[in-house]
């Protein structure tokens, strides 16, 4: 565990590091996952590029189109904390002030937490249930990236070596629109979810489902998109929600761990799923 | 490994010291420093005993690279009281807000980041502002108590020491 820490002062500066190093390169934002992950020689970077001194990455701003743009190095806290947030979605401000205790959310990160792509964590499904666009830079250019295509696997995400996450994107939420995070912590506050839903889901004027978002977390090795039950509630009345929530089960793949076996938490998911969609159809 | 010069002052005193990129703020204070007041329980930052406070922020020092505090302010519990205890401290004795003795640093830190955020907390919000502080001993209850009992003598430390 020896590494040399390199702190740029821009983005351009910090791109210019990324592309010396190549891959023995890592990034450290906030430092939460990074830290342990370096102690326990699971990460063993030969350089560390701290992201705290750019200060351009914080910025929390509503979009001009009414969305709202979070700097990839807010912190939890800052989002839970900020009022353009909060003005945009209470349900994504109430996720961020659910994530483990105080001391983590004043140190993690946004964008740290969406490179980190640890499954059990509790941003990543509301704001896939939002909709939002993950903004990547490159000394090559700058992308937007579906947030559903970010995590590819456990701790595994589709960023090449040389990308940074600049920004979490979220466009506006139309008028009606309802949006809901829940997670079922059986043992303590600060642990992660056996199962979490983040659900959004808004009525058409006929009074039929005209759009709906599930994102279930802690069950599978991403946060899994629940497309079956969206499927079955589009277009169809708030009766269709009953039989809808069974088919959650059918799209998740838990596995056995302490907060729970594998078959207990597809029972979790699905009562956690309808949980939730009570909410946003209430 | 590289080597960085660090600036910071801890508890009102100007400190610079020289860290290898490793290292953690709880090494800084501990080891650098010789403030032991502060103690490393869990290493993962989940029990709160090296709770301390960054520009009055709440953070475990067992998660933060001592080159993050380069120019920052550190209040530890040793910087709690001037000349006499804080409310607080004064509580947590008064109280019974401690058996054993080391989780209370961690314990007055957090306490008092809480108060200096919300004055008066109610009962909910103690527990969900304390929830990361673990305690063996005390079952929790002289805690809460300690806290509603400085929250009501009418507040903390100045918010400039923090």
């Known amino acids: 565990m020896t590494f040399d820490y390199h702190e740029p002062r821009s983005l351009t500066e910090a791109l210019e590091l990324l592309d010396r190093y190549g891959d023995d390169a890592h990034l450290i934002a906030g430092g939460t996952a990074t830290v342990l992950l370096i102690r326990q020689g699971l990460l063993r970077p030969g ?45 994504l401000t109430d996720a961020f002030a659910s994530v483990a205790t105080v ?30 666009t993950v903004s990547v830079r490159s000394s090559r250019g700058e992308r937007a990236l579906p947030i559903d295509e970010l995590a590819v696997d456990h701790f595994t ?18 008028a009606g629109s309802r949006e ?27 009074g ?9 977390g802690a069950v599978g ?8 039950v969206e499927g079955a509630l589009r277009g169809q009345p708030r009766s269709s929600v009953r039989d809808a929530v ?8 838990p596995i056995d761990d302490l907060r729970g076996s594998a078959a207990y938490k597809r029972e ?4 956690w799923t309808g949980r939730a969609l009570a909410q946003v159809t209430r | 490994m590289s080597t960085h010069r660090l600036s910071f002052t801890l508890n009102g005193t100007k400190r610079e010291v020289e860290v290898t990129a490793d290292r953690l703020l709880i090494d800084v204070i501990r080891e650098e420093c010789g403030a032991t007041g502060t103690k490393l329980g869990c290493a993962v930052g989940v029990c709160g005993a090296c709770s301390v406070l960054v520009e009055g922020e709440l953070l475990s020092a067992c998660l933060v690279p001592a080159v993050f505090v380069d120019g920052r302010r550190i209040t530890t519990v040793e910087g709690l009281a001037e000349g006499e205890l804080t409310p607080l401290q004064d509580a947590f004795i008064r109280e019974g807000g401690f058996q054993c003795g080391i989780c209370t640093p961690g314990q007055l830190i957090a306490a008092t980041a809480l108060l200096s955020e919300q004055p008066r907390p109610d009962h909910d919000a103690i527990r969900t502002w304390m929830m990361g502080n673990l305690c063996r001993c005390t079952g929790y209850y002289g805690i809460e108590r300690a806290i509603q009992k400085a929250s009501g003598a009418g507040g903390q430390s100045p918010p400039n020491r923090l």
């Open chain 1, 103 to 132: 001391r983590i959310r004043n140190q993690a990160t946004v964008g740290g937490n969406l490179a980190h792509a640890d499954p059990a964590q509790d941003p990543p499904p509301m704001l896939s249930a939002l909709n939002a």
């Open chain 1, 47 to 91: 350089h560390v590029i701290g992201l705290r001194a750019i200060e351009e990455l914080r910025v929390i701003t509503r979009t001009a189109d009414g969305g709202l743009r979070i700097g990839a190095m807010a912190t939890h806290r800052a989002v839970e904390r900020s009022s353009e947030a909060r003005l945009y979605s209470p349900a």
């Open chain 1, 221 to 228: 090795a991403t946060p899994i998109r629940a497309r079956r």
């Open chain 1, 208 to 216: 039929t489902i005209a759009e709906t978002r599930i994102v279930l």
């Open chain 1, 180 to 206: 809901t995070y829940l997670k079922f912590l059986p043992k303590t506050a600060d642990d992660y979810a056996t199962v979490s839903v983040a659900a959004t889901l808004r009525f058409a004027s006929d």
């Open chain 1, 246 to 253: 069974a088919l959650v089960s059918e799209e998740i793949d």
């Open chain 1, 157 to 174: 995400t589709s960023l090449a070596h040389d990308e940074i996450i600049t920004a979490v994107i979220l466009p506006p939420i139309e």
């Open chain 1, 268 to 271: 979790m998911a699905r009562v």
